[in-house]
């Protein structure tokens, strides 16, 4: 198996447009067969998304879909609960009004 790791960097909102045109530029530069895994986000159950389906299967892009709520298997998800649970303090997990809050509280 040749795996090769694609990066778009994207700075704003991802909406299924920009995911599109992702798809898009990433079918134009590979070759052979490939499987996208995708989440079942919004973005990824839109009539937009959904459409070009079809072109992207014709140029050997088939997406595969996670099953509707498995985390286990959405490595982000286990990415993001490792940095929650174990790199970030506790601190970086409050806003600044909740902290406030909880300050006036105590007092």
Request: net charge neutral; proline share 6%.
């Amino acid at each position: 198996m040749d795996s090769q790791f694609y990066a778009y960097p994207f700075e704003g909102t991802v909406n299924s447009d920009v995911v599109i045109t992702v798809m898009d530029k990433f079918a134009e530069r590979v070759h052979g067969t490939n499987v996208v895994v995708v989440d079942n986000a919004p973005l990824h159950r839109s009539k937009a998304f959904r459409s070009h389906l079809v072109d992207w299967a014709a140029n050997r892009v088939h997406l595969d879909f996670l099953p509707p709520y498995s985390p286990e298997l959405n490595l982000i998800k286990l990415v993001w609960k490792q940095m929650k649970h174990h790199w970030l303090p506790l601190s970086s997990m409050f806003t600044t009004a909740f902290v406030r809050t909880s300050a006036a509280i105590s007092s």
